[in-house]
């Protein structure tokens, strides 16, 4: 199946650092959506994105739908300790009836020391 | 909000046994997902349905199996616990209809089962 490629694996950070992640594939996809996985919950969607060179914030978050559309990006800005988890990327081709069949990259830990 | 509940969040089993993995949302979704988290390699998805008594495999669908015999519950059945299935399950759902409004799942806490 398609892959994702997510990278950093792990950030440590201190509080108040801005925080740039990113996702890249080798095929192209319609949409991309960041999830965030809090410890000991499920993920939970941050920000979609429909459009090649979308640029979407959603208060400190800022996703970016590559122009290739093969790569997003997620920036967080002053991070603070509730930021910790693990940020995933996805991906999806809305053709015909999809159900929602995302594919996940590997993941982001984020740790913030206060 | 949506609540999507996972019976168990933690299970320990023996190989061999029969493991059901239980899942409820109470939106009125059509579809459901079910999908496994290893470190370093992401969510995975093992299955999925998009109406009741309907299921398509996903990425990862050996070993498992499911039931969707009402529309707020999808279980997920390992006929045979093995030790390589030791993971985090996760269930999701999401509203019907194509293309934007499939994308946003909405996930259970997940049960961590070990098998031993």
């Known amino acids: 199946g398609q892959q994702l490629n997510q990278s950093p694996q792990s950030m440590f950070i201190q509080e108040g650092e801005d925080v740039s992640m990113n996702c890249t594939s080798s095929s192209i996809f319609n949409t991309w959506l960041w999830y965030k996985q809090d410890p000991g919950e499920g993920p939970v969607l941050l920000i979609a994105?429909?459009?090649?060179?979308e640029l979407t914030s959603n208060g400190r978050l800022t996703a970016q739908f590559g122009i290739t559309r093969k790569d997003s990006f997620l920036n967080i800005s002053a991070s603070i300790p509730s930021d910790v988890g693990i940020y995933f990327c996805?991906?999806?081709?809305?053709?015909?009836?999809?159900?929602?069949?995302?594919?996940f990259g590997q993941g982001t830990i984020l740790t913030v020391h206060p | 909000d949506v609540k999507v509940t996972q019976s168990s969040r933690y299970l320990v089993k023996r190989t061999g046994e029969k493991v059901f993995l239980e899942c409820v949302q109470d939106?009125?979704?059509?579809?459901m997902f079910w999908y496994r988290q290893d470190p370093g390699l992401g969510l995975r998805l093992i299955y999925f349905s998009y109406d009741v008594k309907m299921k398509e495999k996903g990425d990862i669908p050996e070993g498992y199996s499911v039931s969707r015999e009402k529309k707020e519950r999808f279980s997920l059945i390992l006929e045979s616990a093995s030790t390589n299935q030791t993971s985090m399950y996760l269930c999701?759902?999401?509203?019907?209809?194509?293309?934007?409004?499939?994308?946003?799942?909405?996930f259970g806490s997940g049960t961590q089962l070990s098998v031993l």
């Open positions: 939106m009125d979704h059509e579809n």
């Open positions: 994105l429909y459009k090649a060179g």
């Open positions: 999701a759902s999401s509203p019907p209809g194509q293309g934007i409004a499939n994308e946003k799942l909405f």
């Open positions: 996805a991906g999806l081709n809305a053709g015909g009836t999809s159900y929602g069949k995302l594919t």
